[in-house]
Structure formats: C-alpha cells, structure tokens
C-alpha cells in the first residue's frame, strides 16, 4: 500500500524566514496531496493542495511544489510568522479510484520564534 | 455552512467495554471518512462511507466498525476497548470523495483505563 514519509520531525525558525517541509510517497498512482495543519488541541485543516496535473501551486505565503518523477512534494512557507506554529501533515491519495483514503505523513512540528 | 462535528468531544471507558462515536459531516457532503490519531501511529484510515456504504477500510481489527445513515450522519463502534485504543477519533467529510478536499470534524478524544 501507499506509505508517505515526512522530514523534518521538528523544525524551528525564526520570525521571517522561510521553512520547507518535504515528503516523499510510494504509490506512482497517488494523485492528490494536501497539506494540513494542526494547531495544539484543535482539528487538521487543510491550508494547499495540489494534484498531479500541476507541478506548482502557491497561495500568498504558502506553495506547494510537486516532483512526480521523484514521487516528492514540498511544502514552503515564506516570511514564516509565530502563528504559523503548528503541526504540519502532508498526505497522498489516489483520486480516481472512486473512494476516498488519506494516508498521512508523520507530521513536522515547526516552531516560529519572534 | 456548519462544519464538521462529532459527539461526544471526550470520552473516558475502561477496558472492555464499548463506545460510539457520531460525526455529522458538513450539509450536502455524503463522504465520511475516519481517522485515529495517536502520537506514536499519528493519523491513520479507519474507514471511508459514501451512501450509507463502506467503500473502503484500513488496516484495523475487526473491533472497529461504523455505519452511514441516509442522512449522512456516521457512527463508529468500538467493541472490548483495550488501553492502546486510547486517541484522538477524527472524521472528515467531503461532497463525494475520490480525491476531493476533506474537511474535519474536531474530533473525539478517548480514553480507555
């Protein structure tokens, strides 16, 4: 089955800097991959996505880029700010297979410091 | 539109016994998906519904089971609760599934003595 692996564990960066999270999967037939984020106590919200036709999205500070021939996407944040501390989830799942299966990275914990 | 959300919010049982969750996904949306998520495992797929249906199931014990009513509206059953069933229990929810944004619920936090 489809397993994603996520690095960093942790990262910490200062107020302003950039972060970059990567994740690599293992199903050549994986299409879709979100990216979540999940503050202390509260529920994973989605914050980009990117599918397969695409290799770049981005959406003001966040992008996401996509290598399907290395079967690896990133995630950048730019200008990172304390409140972009959060654990970070990338997934994978394969959008035309008529059901709907996530399968999660480990998470990267980033700490922003003012 | 109301969110994802799921009852109740904490739970405590003991070793044996069993519970329900409920998840009523956002209106409109007929996909619901679940998660466990516990700090050594972190999120993993418990089962995917869609029209009252189970399209799809993880890798978990028989123990685990749930349902769709026509409403949308999921339960989960955990039965003979053992201590590492011990997690956070998220749904998720999106219109039809196959690759489309889920959105989650803000989860049932459980806790087997």
């Known amino acids: 089955g489809e397993n994603v692996e996520q690095h960093p564990s942790t990262l910490s960066v200062q107020e302003g800097d950039s972060a970059v999270i990567k994740c690599t999967y293992s199903?050549?037939?994986?299409?879709?991959f979100p990216w979540y984020k999940q503050e202390l106590g509260k529920r994973p919200q989605l914050i980009i996505d990117i599918r397969s036709n695409v290799g770049e999205k981005k959406d003001q500070r966040i992008a996401v880029t996509l290598n399907k021939t290395a079967k690896h996407f990133s995630l950048h944040i730019t200008e990172t700010q304390p409140e972009d501390s959060a654990v970070y989830f990338c997934a994978a799942s394969k959008g035309n297979t008529g059901f709907q299966k996530l399968v999660f990275g480990t998470g990267t914990r980033l700490l922003v410091s003012p | 539109k109301a969110g994802v959300t799921q009852t109740p919010r904490y739970l405590i049982k003991t070793r044996g016994q069993q519970v329900t969750l409920s998840c009523s996904p956002i209106?409109?949306?007929?996909?619901v998906s679940w998660y466990q998520q516990t700090p050594g495992q972190g999120l993993q797929f418990l089962f995917e519904y869609f029209s009252e249906t189970q399209r799809n199931k993880g890798n978990f014990p028989g123990r685990f089971s749930g349902r769709q009513f026509s409403n949308s509206r999921s339960e989960m059953n955990v039965s003979t609760l053992e201590l590492g069933d011990s997690a956070l229990y998220l749904c998720?929810?999106?219109?039809?599934?196959?690759?489309?944004?889920?959105?989650f619920g803000p989860g049932t936090r459980l806790l087997v003595l």
């Open positions: 199903d050549s037939a994986s299409n879709y």
């Open positions: 998720a929810s999106s219109f039809s599934g196959s690759g489309e944004t889920q959105y």
């Open positions: 209106s409109g949306h007929r996909s």
